[in-house]
């Protein structure tokens, strides 16, 4: 890559919104199981678009790059499952990644052929989330079951749907730092776009 094009993606990306595989020389698994959680983490965190770089696979056997390969198959996975909106070829050694809005992670159907993942940790009742958490779950419970006709939900549908929702969006969530904070902010960021519609 040449060194101008390069320091456009630095500008365009910057660290942050960057995923460098070739730097950190993962095996394929774990390339797949990074990125999968790096680009969960960056659509809660409600980034519009990254840089996954994999590398072309030069200096490997045949040229053939393994790690490329499994993000190549990854992709359209996180696509169907509505954590990623596109995704296309930026180098041969590099793809541009974009986003799904946080609350299609409510939309997605199940698939017997999709690995279901790591569960997400569910508490025996929400009621050990802070007050502030359990307001938002609520409310964006509230929001997505009257986009779906339901303006009267019982408590059972309500709470249903909270834990729903808890679900899926701890599943996203980075394995440190303040979960809570975390879930808050992926809150938020579904209630905007829900109410953007």
Not at 32 to 38: A, G, K, Q
Not at 47 to 74: F, H, K, M
Not at 96 to 103: I, L, W
Not at 117 to 128: C, F, M, Q, Y
């Amino acid at each position: 890559m040449r060194a101008v094009d390069r320091a456009f993606d630095e500008l365009r990306f910057g660290p942050t919104r960057t995923l460098n595989l070739r730097a950190l020389q993962p095996t394929a698994l774990q390339a797949t199981d990074l990125t999968e959680r790096w680009l969960r983490e960056q659509q809660v965190l409600g980034v519009d678009e990254v840089l996954v770089i994999t590398g072309r696979g030069n200096n490997s056997v045949d040229g053939y790059s393994p790690v490329r390969e499994a993000v190549v198959r990854l992709l359209p996975s996180l696509r169907r499952r509505n954590v990623i909106a596109s995704y296309g070829e930026h180098t041969p050694g590099s793809f541009v990644v974009c986003f799904a809005p946080v609350k299609a992670l409510f939309e997605v159907p199940r698939r017997r052929r999709e690995p279901s993942g790591k569960p997400a940790p569910r508490p025996a009742s929400l009621a050990a989330l802070d007050d502030e958490t359990l307001r938002q779950l609520r409310d964006l419970a509230v929001m997505s079951l009257a986009v779906l006709g339901l303006n009267s939900p019982t408590r059972g549908q309500l709470e249903d749907e909270m834990l729903r929702q808890y679900t899926a969006l701890s599943a996203a969530l980075p394995e440190s730092g303040d979960k809570e904070a975390l879930l808050q902010q992926a809150l938020l960021r579904a209630a905007e776009e829900y109410e953007a519609d």
